[in-house]
């Protein structure tokens, strides 16, 4: 029987312990090591001290891991650590350069170990130097430019989720996965940086390239650029998710709403398109969109507003 792959989680807040939950999802054990005095920003500290929701998200990113907390000052770190990295097959780090010579996982502590292991380090950027939260990321990469294109507001909320983040934690775990198949192969210390920046605008940049961005477009169909995709508020209060793209749910979604927009023009910018649209579901609520759609196949759902 094939040993079960087992990863160590030494990082903290969103990109790292995502990557760890990834690798969990796919069956391997992970197991996340904190320092008991300061733990993850996420469960005590500024994040979780100022919106709690922060703890949410620590306990749905590792409640699948082990989660092993030392004491980063004690005399024997080193050698505890090391009993975890013996039995390792991958390391996820995310520490200062003093801390790593602390716990023994810097470099030349890792290559001593002479052994295959893979290694995956997370760093802000390799281009820019100064620190940065996701929000930099998108900002600096080009891609907040979106979000405010179709405002003038003098206070914009930035958006929810935090995508350069989520991207970056994706990226890693594929990072992961690769270095294991090199250190596999080569049987020795495969180590690689990923970053928050390069792999934010890596990922994103299919969805809006440099020859979108020289057209100076910002409106497409998954932002609201056509009465087919979209979200109309209805009666109650509540919204409905609208994704009829196909010529078919278009059809049979004009017919059942009675709604005098032919085919060709669910692709139709004017306002008056989106206003014929609106107008049929601010006539209905929630339960009655539900009756009308059940067991019809439409691309409708939804949108429960929280009060």
Known sequence: MNKKLKFIDLTHRLPGPLAGKILCDLGYEVIKIEDEKHKDPFLAGMFSAFDDSFEDWYKELNQQKKIIRLDFKALNIKQLIKKYLEEADGVLLSLSPKLKETL?????????????????????????????????????????????????????????????????????????????????????????????YESS???????????????????????????????????????????????????????????????????????????????????????EIETMTRNKELCISIVRKIT
């Open 201 to 287: 605008e890596s990922i994103l940049r299919p969805f809006w390239s440099p020859n979108l961005q020289q057209q100076r477009k910002t409106k497409f169909l998954h932002n609201g650029a056509y009465p087919c995709y979209s979200l109309y508020r209805l009666k109650d209060g509540n919204y409905v998710a609208l994704a009829a793209v196909e010529d078919k749910f278009w059809q049979d979604f004009i017919e059942l709403f009675a709604i005098d927009l032919p085919l060709g023009q669910r692709f139709d910018k004017n306002a008056s398109s989106f206003q014929k649209v609106a107008d049929a579901f601010a006539k209905l609520d929630a339960s």
């Open 104 to 196: 023994g996982v810097d470099d030349e502590s890792l290559k001593a170990l002479n052994r295959s292991i893979a290694v995956v380090e997370l760093e802000a950027s390799k281009s820019h130097l100064k620190a940065m939260h996701d929000l930099n990321a998108l900002a600096l990469s080009g891609f907040l430019s979106l979000h405010v294109a179709q405002t003038n507001d003098p206070i914009v909320a930035p958006p929810f989720l935090p995508v350069a983040g989520i991207a970056f934690g994706q990226q890693v775990a594929t990072q992961m996965l690769a270095n294991l198949l090199s250190a596999k192969e080569e049987e020795k210390l495969v180590k690689s940086a990923s970053y928050l």
